[in-house]
């Protein structure tokens, strides 16, 4: 009885024993059809599995159909909050009913590489050990923070595409970072300073890219599939709103304005197209300019224009016919923010919404909202939320291959 209960347990032993004959084609389908975290595990089945679950073809395949699913697509979507740690919410673990939601810590790249907290000083401030060489003496640094504080940096995600997740754990390093299968590759940096970036990915030739822009002085584009960096022609204006890009129907977004003509300053959204690596521009809103800055989001697949941080806000755009300007449609909701961040639709078909570092249920058409609760991150530390999509996307299986 214990054996056959074990025989029960091993997958492997399930597969000969009950389809002997199933064709390969059969098994790649349904395999296509398994959560990601299952599929690492069977990478342990058996050899042919763990070369058949690791190639780049069935990561991609796999993908492939979730995108064309939507069923699939929401059973992989995931949140994900970036403060001085990395946190992920499963999608579908977001009730109606049920306010509450637990954050997962994730490990990461340089998760471990923190200042180091010495002890609490006299005045209730905390000590830190700023120096990384152990034989150099320590620079202690006092900073007056309350107990909470996390000493690490916070982390940034400069964009999300297919899984992978480009971040930026400290403010000199660069990783492309898949949080499904936690591996990850760091991207050698050109420069430490940037005015603006983007990430997203370029479907004909399979390359995931990341933008570095230094308005009026040089743009640079990363390859994964070369490893490098190389020069672009130069961004056209004077400066963006906003760091992160958004990436939607294969290019790359920024808010900025026009300064083509000392007297007639306009918005514009420059987009860069991740195939041809060029940057063009599409029409923005007609916006009164009270000194807002603006930045972009997206919201079921439509580009959205926010305003953001100078003062309180209660209306978006949208833009319902991509690169349509006289598609663009003013919302007011009935809660006012500072800096606000569409995320995605939830499963009841209302919207989630990054307020001020807070998670928001909105429902657009009667204009009520739910705050929700997000347990796992520490009281008192803000967060900035971002989604992705479960896969087994490997930002190593890239480098040298042809196109």
């Known amino acids: 009885m214990g054996a056959s209960s ?17 064709p390969h084609e059969i098994i790649v389908e349904i395999l296509k059809r398994v959560a990601v975290k299952s ?13 058949l679950l690791s190639s780049p073809q069935f990561a991609k395949s796999q993908i492939d159909l979730a995108l064309k699913s939507n069923t699939l697509y929401s059973k992989r979507r995931r949140l994900m909050f970036s403060s001085y740690n990395l946190y992920s919410v499963d999608y579908e673990s977001i009730g109606i009913d049920n306010g509450d939601i637990i954050a997962v810590e994730l490990d ?7 200042n180091e907290i010495l002890g609490p000083s006299e005045n209730d401030g905390i000590y830190f050990k700023v120096s990384e060489d152990e034989d150099e003496n320590p620079v202690m640094v006092k900073v007056d ?68 822009i230094n308005a009026g002085v040089a743009s640079s584009v990363y390859s994964l599939r070369t490893d490098s960096w190389r020069k672009i022609d130069n961004f056209c204006h004077d400066f963006c709103f906003h760091h992160s890009g958004v990436f939607l129907r294969g290019a790359i977004h920024w808010m900025a304005i026009n300064r083509e003509e000392v007297d007639d300053e306009y918005y514009v959204i420059s987009a860069f197209d991740m195939e041809k ?8 809103p ?12 997206t919201l079921n697949e439509d580009l959205c224009v926010l305003k953001s941080f100078n003062e309180m806000h209660n209306d978006f755009w949208v833009m319902h016919e991509y690169g349509v300007g006289e ?6 909701i009935s809660l006012s923010y500072i800096c606000m961040k569409p995320l995605c639709l939830a499963k ?23 705050e929700l609760v997000v347990h796992g991150i520490p009281v008192g530390v803000g967060f900035e939320a971002d989604t992705y999509i479960e896969t087994l996307i490997s930002p190593n299986d890239y480098s040298g291959r042809e196109t």
């Open 277 to 284: 690596e060029l940057f063009w521009d599409m029409p923005a």
């Open 108 to 114: 990461y790249p340089l998760k471990d590489k923190s």
């Open 6 to 22: 074990k025989q029960q347990r091993n997958p492997s032993h399930v597969v000969e024993a009950t389809n002997p004959n199933l």
């Open 145 to 212: 923070v309350q107990p909470f504080v996390n000493s690490r940096n916070w982390v940034e995600i400069w964009g999300s595409c297919n899984g992978l997740l480009c971040i930026a754990p400290d403010e000199d390093s660069l990783f492309l970072f898949n949080p499904s299968t936690r591996e990850s590759k760091k991207i050698l940096e050109e420069s430490n300073y940037v005015t603006a970036f983007g990430f997203g990915y370029d479907s004909t030739r399979d390359d995931y890219k990341v933008v570095r």
């Open 327 to 332: 598609s663009w449609t003013r919302l007011t």
């Open 39 to 51: 599929l690492c595990r069977f990478r342990c089945v058996s050899k042919s599995w763990l070369s």
């Open 286 to 297: 007609d916006m009164e300019d009270d000194d807002s800055e603006f930045m972009l989001g």
């Open 348 to 370: 009841n078909g209302e919207a989630l919404l990054d307020i001020d570092g807070r998670l928001v249920q909105y429902n657009l058409e009667n204009n009520t909202y739910k």
